[in-house]
């Protein structure tokens, strides 16, 4: 048998006029992990549907693109059999977790069905015997509690449960090749680490092969054994994990690596992919330390801009008729911090630790339990609605999702002038529109943007008009709430590079929240952990990452990937 278990040769894939893929070349060694990185939109994703053969209608492949893959019947090539034949081999021999667990899984369907059927399908089990299977798989891969996950709706789940709920259905058929689309990009780190961590586990138990695609370079460092680079369709670069990442050719493969944020070291601008690709010797200039203690000592010389004292936010249960309601979660318990102008507070924590909690209750989005939130001085939780809405022009938050938190029947100048509107900014609509116009300018978008729709923009355009929205009411504080998990490494430097460089211009305040604690250290300068709801540590960002306090922290930081 070939040690090539998969070998992509002159893969050219065109749908329309748009040519997606340009003669891609790929091998897949028994046994090894297979990486491919990219910017949304090279090429990644498509590439594993053309081995799974879940290609669009509209997908044109060329005559001499071959996907050859050494199956239980020999030597196949996966783009000339028929649909029968490779109905028979995916999910059986060739199987793939999908991106985003929570619309992979059927909503209306048990978590435990739905990996049953996969296993009926492919191995003729009787219900009986496959049901015993999954209960077995949903342990192998440690989701809790394994009888009550397979009765369980992939809803009642978190993300990292869903994860894993897809893992087992795709290892369910022991497959030769295992195909990972971005399986971590919406976990924390830990969740991310433990998912690694299983896939890895997995993979050596069985002599299993992996294509593992991800934007995330520490991803692919830590799990790869070969790497491919790919740029809009085409492979720039291959080589081992330690060729890409420490002897890069290309200027291209440099940018991609240099624009994620590094632990080690502060540059005034992340460096992004075009530097790389004008000026293959370019260095990022760094922030210096004296620079760094310079403008601190100026932001905290200065009253602080929030203070939160003793602040709680509780959920209750619903109370019996004869009893009392009684505490269900502690979503936030006993916060106290302050916030000076001009300051970056970074909130990191993992998913359900309260994060997204505590800065809806900032914003009065939710009413607190207990404590203050002082605002200029103000207790804001004693505000009258009116005096409320009169302040939501100073408090604004940017959301972690740019695609369902923009109006997809509102074009860009509806979403940029209603606020103006309802707040009684400018004078007519047409000034409005100027400044609509002035605010795209600002966060490199068009003037000719302002008629288009949302889905007429990449996630890295969206997140930009995002900003833009909160722009538009000139506020002095703004929430980021996860504003950059949903990009791609180079979208997410541009736009970090941009909210650096508007905080400086509109002399802003942010809160940044993510669950990315290198993003956070480069964009912050005190650093609050939240763990179940609680202040576990707060100091300046730099001292929390080389010297934590808590075991926590600690954990949170050795969970980020390092390349």
Known sequence: MSA??????????????NAILKNVNLNLAKGKTLGIVGESGSGKSITSLAVMRLLPKQAKITADSKILFEGENGKTDLLKIS??????????????????????????????????????????????????????LFERVMLPNPERMYNSYP?????????????????????????ADEPTTALDVSVQRAILQLIRKLQQESDMSCIFISHDLGVIAEVCDEVTVLYKGEVVESGSVKEIFHQP????????????????????????????????????????????????????????????????????????????EQISVRAVDN????????ETLG????????????????????????????????????????????????????FQDPYSSLNPRMNVADILTTPMKVHSIGGSRKERIERAAGLLKKVGLSITDLKKYPHEFSG??????????????????????????????????????????????????????????????????????????????????????????????RELIEAIPKF
């Open 249 to 324: 050719k290309q200027g291209y493969t440099k940018g991609l690596i240099a624009c994620r944020p590094r632990l080690n070291i502060r540059y005034k601008e992340l460096p992004t992919i075009d530097n790389f690709i004008m000026n293959d010797d370019y260095q990022a200039e760094v922030y210096t330390a004296e620079a760094r203690k310079a403008f601190q000592e100026e932001i905290y010389g200065r009253p602080p801009l929030l203070e939160v004292k003793n602040l709680s936010k509780y959920f209750y249960t619903k109370p019996s008729i004869f009893g009392k």
């Open 460 to 553: 890295g355009q969206r997140q930009r008009i995002g900003i833009a929205r909160a722009l538009a009411l000139e506020p002095k504080f703004i929430i980021c709430d996860e504003s950059v998990s949903a990009l791609d490494v180079s979208v997410q430097a541009q736009v970090l590079n941009l909210l650096n460089q508007l905080k400086d211009e509109f002399d802003l305040t942010y809160i940044f929240i993510s669950h990315d604690l290198a993003v956070v250290k480069y964009m912050s300068d005190q650093l609050l952990v939240m763990q179940s709801g609680k202040q576990m540590e707060l100091a300046d960002a730099d001292e929390v990452y080389e010297n934590p306090k808590t075991n926590y922290t």
């Open 83 to 136: 649909p029968e034949t490779i109905r028979k081999i995916r999910g059986n021999q060739i199987s793939m977790i999908f991106q985003e667990p929570m619309t992979s899984l059927n909503s209306g369907l048990k978590c435990g069905e739905q990996v049953e059927e996969a296993i009926r399908l492919h191995l003729k089990l009787n219900k009986v015997i496959a049901k015993k299977r999954v209960i077995e």
């Open 155 to 179: 809803h009642q789940l978190s993300g990292g449960q869903r994860q894993r709920v897809m893992i087992a259905m795709a290892i369910s058929c022991n497959p030769k090749i295992l195909i």
């Open 335 to 342: 916060m106290n911090f302050k916030v000076y102008p001009g």
């Open 347 to 398: 909130l990191v924590g993992e998913s359900g630790s309260g994060k997204t909690t505590l800065s809806r209750t900032i914003l009065l989005l939710e009413k607190p339990t207990a404590g203050e939130i002082f605002y200029r001085g103000t207790d804001i939780t004693k505000l009258t609605k009116t005096e409320v809405r009169k302040l939501r022009k100073e408090i604004q938050i940017i």
């Open 4 to 17: 090539e278990l998969l070998q992509i040769k002159n893969l050219s894939l065109s749908i329309g006029e």
